[in-house]
């Protein structure tokens, strides 16, 4: 089973738990495009600026017709940095006309600002990436996260 909903985490020890009972294969996570895996690296690699003087920000985009936010993306951009820097980033989200999805963090100082932007151009990478993920899934058994696995589909 591949699920890429969020909203359900907190329940991760009893399906985990159910999942090896039945030694069934089942794969999650907030985003299964692998460029937006490569970007959440990135985050992890921007979280120290957090420690020296740096103010950060996300925000991120979607179409209007998209229900939640912030977006699970946005979240764990901001699970990211708590975990790694200890600082709470704050999530400012906008619904408009059809945008796919951008994410974005800004990390502001006295002296400068970094940007570091992903901005998908169609839905393509995150159906590409769950099949990806549901091929690799394919005679395993366990609970997976994907961004502990996408480097192997």
Known sequence: MVVGT??????I???????????????????????V?????????????LKQNYAAHI?????????DAPSGTAATMQQ?????SGAEVEI?????GEVVGMHELTLESA????????????????????????EWLDGKTGFYEFKDIWRQV
């Open 6 to 11: 969020t909203g359900w985490y907190e329940h």
């Open 111 to 134: 002296a400068d600002t970094i940007y570091l932007c992903h901005d998908a151009k169609s839905r393509r990478g995150f159906a590409e990436g769950a099949v990806r993920a549901a």
């Open 92 to 96: 400012t989200s906008f619904r408009e």
């Open 80 to 84: 990211i940095l708590l975990r790694e």
């Open 59 to 67: 925000y991120e985009r979607h179409h209007v017709h998209k229900k």
């Open 37 to 49: 895996n490569i970007f959440f690296d990135l985050v992890k690699t921007m979280a120290p600026a």
């Open 13 to 35: 020890p009893q399906l985990q738990a159910k999942v090896e009972r039945v030694g069934t294969g089942f794969i999650f996570g907030s985003n299964f495009s692998v460029g």
